[in-house]
């Protein structure tokens, strides 16, 4: 008897653990593989779901989230997969293959709020379905003005939600960039020529970076944190320069007689694209981290490109054109496409998201201007809520 | 003894099977969020300056040395005078508690072209003004010259493109005689239009380079 019991136990203990963890297995199962197919420029097509249970706020943060990162929420009718779950208490979710009804996803958030539950849950889909890093969990920092010469550097989610003043120094701040999690670089104007400062987010310690004769701006932080690419006027016009992040070793790359504008790195560090007025009209040219000769990085069909930004897979160059308004344009980084430019949308500075495939720019009159994020490959726009009078400038956290 | 062995294993399978029931609804995992500070980002809307920091309040900007920062180190071998044959720029700590006079040279305002840099023909004469007034009124005192844009052009494009024009402006009062150290530049950029209109007109007087008379505390 007992050891019948015993066995039975055992037998029925064998049965339930198979039973209960195959289809939850199936997250790693090679039997729901999925199809990745590609536009004519290399983009991911938008992968089709159909998102169901969730109501209100959670629905609406999960499909914008899903927008930004490849995966669209479609009829029911034309999805490939099913999201389903809800957000009642805590968020609990289901991703599953229509087709087959292969759970590829099934899983539950605890901690932080609904809206964190969610981006957490949309960042799980998106690398299942998609490969490519999560950004519903991504921040990003912004210059808002509140009035003409008053601005201040703010952060906050990458859908705008939750901002926060960083500074309240009611001076002009200007083109902040993250380097880590806890660090800014920008510029600022509080102690009178503009000069670029580093800040500590969570100790609030503010240090200097460049503080030359002249001006000093438009700093970019390398990939690895370590160096800083800046325009410095010290040697009697706008020149680029590196430094170590501290401001040592401070190396001039340019030296032209025009001015030189807005760098930025590649996603390897090796290289800086920026803008130069050398020729006449801005071009934009790529040279050496280490120093070398710059070549232009044609931009055919897209005049007066300015304020470079290298996605992070290293593929494209984001900038804006100028003709009569501003164009959010991408070229190839490495030549392809013969130099010809892709127009994709109205607005100005655009800056990548970590999986290479959304920007947030911004757009509007000067002093007025909004926030956007842009799916590239769709060229669909959502434009975020505005803070203050006119905010511009946003730096995506990589 | 072997009855006690079917308990334990009884209850072995009770907390099993209750586990794997709670699995059966449909969870293999929970995943937590970590590290957010609840109410400091969650809530939205426009938000409140905040500190980021622990102390209160946001810490003051410090011009370096007292904070363990290495100074910055132009690097070995490293010549200011020959950076693309500008003149190297005055240092505007110089200047600091100088007291300004903007009415002075407001008559003086240069004026530029639509993304250009250089001192027009027309505008050379304002600078003749000022070079000479310098020499003849206002020995000991300084210049600052501040560059400005249209909104014509993304921001750090204009405040690359507000300091050229400023330090082109700098070079022509050198020329004209006055001595580099006492003219400091600045760019704005696009921040502070002149005019806050978007047209032609507007944009017209937005392409600018304002002088201001600096005059050393306790001078009149």
């Known amino acids: ?398 | 003894m072997k009855l006690a062995k079917s308990v334990y294993l009884l209850t072995v399978v009770l907390t099993l099977s209750s586990a794997l029931v709670g699995c059966k609804k449909g969870l293999n995992r929970t995943t937590s969020i970590p590290g957010q500070r609840e109410g400091a980002i969650a809530d939205g809307g426009p938000s409140q300056p905040r500190d980021l920091g622990q102390g209160g309040v946001i810490p003051p900007l410090n011009r370096g040395n007292e904070t363990g920062v290495t100074p910055v180190n132009t690097g070995p071998g490293f010549d200011t005078t020959k950076d693309g044959g500008g003149i190297a720029a005055a240092h505007d700590d110089k200047f600091t508690g100088w007291i300004e006079n903007r009415d002075e040279f407001a008559n003086q305002t240069v004026h530029f072209d639509f993304d250009k840099s250089n001192i027009k023909p027309g505008e050379v004469g304002k600078l003749e003004t000022v070079a000479r007034k310098m020499k003849e009124s206002f020995k000991g005192k300084a210049l600052r010259i501040e560059g400005h844009c249209d909104e014509r052009g993304t921001e750090e494009y204009n405040r690359a493109l507000g300091d050229r024009r400023a330090v082109s402006i700098r070079e022509k009062l050198v020329q004209l005689g006055l001595d580099p150290e006492m003219l400091p530049t600045i760019t704005f950029g696009e921040e502070k239009p002149a005019d806050p209109g978007h047209d032609d007109a507007a944009w017209k007087k937005n392409r600018r380079g304002e002088l201001i008379l600096l005059s050393p505390p306790g001078s009149n």
């Not at chain 1, 938008?46 to 914008?64: C, H, I, M, W, Y």
């Not at chain 1, 020729?279 to 710059?294: C, D, I, Q, V």
């Not at chain 1, 842009?374 to 956290?397: C, F, H, M, Y």
Request: hydrophobic content about 35%; overall charge positive; some cysteine.
């Open chain 1, 1 to 398: 008897m007992n050891k019948l019991s015993t066995l039975t136990v055992f037998a029925i203990l064998a049965m339930m653990l198979s039973a209960a963890i195959a289809p939850l297995g199936a997250a790693d199962d090679e039997r729901y593989s999925i199809t990745k197919s590609k536009d004519a420029l290399g983009f991911l097509k938008p992968v089709p779901v159909n998102v169901s249970g969730f109501t209100g706020e959670a629905d609406s943060v999960l499909k914008n989230d899903l927008l930004f990162m490849g995966v669209q929420h479609v009829p029911i009718d034309q999805a490939q997969y099913m999201i389903t779950g809800s957000a009642s208490g805590r968020v609990e979710g289901r991703l599953t293959d229509k087709p087959t009804k292969g759970i590829l996803l099934n899983k539950a958030y605890n901690g932080g709020s609904t809206r964190q539950q969610i981006h957490a849950f949309a960042d799980d889909i998106a690398r299942a379905l998609t490969g490519l890093p999560g950004i519903a969990q991504t921040k990003m920092t912004f210059k808002a003005e509140k009035g003409v010469g008053r601005s201040e550097i703010y952060i906050a989610d990458f859908d705008g939600f939750g901002s926060q003043a960083v500074t309240s120094d009611n001076t002009i701040v200007a083109r902040p960039e993250w380097r880590g999690r806890d660090m800014l670089v920008y510029t600022s104007y509080k102690l009178g020529s503009p000069r670029i400062f580093s800040h500590h987010l969570s100790s609030g310690a503010r240090n200097p970076i460049a503080q030359h004769p002249g001006g000093n701006y438009s700093a970019a932080v390398s990939p690895d944190g370590s160096k800083v690419a800046m325009i410095l006027s010290k040697g009697g016009s706008p020149d680029l320069y590196v430094a170590n992040i501290d401001g040592s070793g401070l190396k001039q790359l340019t030296k032209t007689r025009e001015s030189e504008s807005a760098p930025c790195w590649s996603p390897d560090g090796r290289m800086i694209c920026y803008g130069s007025r050398e020729r006449g009209a801005s071009l934009l040219f790529t040279l050496p981290a280490s120093g070398g000769s710059p070549r232009v990085l044609s931009t055919t069909g897209a005049p007066t490109p300015t304020e470079p930004d290298w996605s992070p897979d290293g593929k494209w160059v984001a900038f804006t054109s100028q003709t009569r308004t501003f164009q959010i344009c991408i070229v190839p980084a490495n030549g392809g496409t013969g130099g010809d430019a892709i127009v994709l949308t109205e607005g100005e500075d655009p800056s990548w998201a970590p999986n290479s495939r959304a920007l947030l720019f911004c757009r509007g009159l000067d002093h007025a201007k909004q926030l956007s994020l842009l799916d590239v490959p769709t060229k669909q726009v959502k434009t975020l809520g505005r803070i203050l009078e006119s905010n511009s400038q946003p730096s995506w956290a990589k």
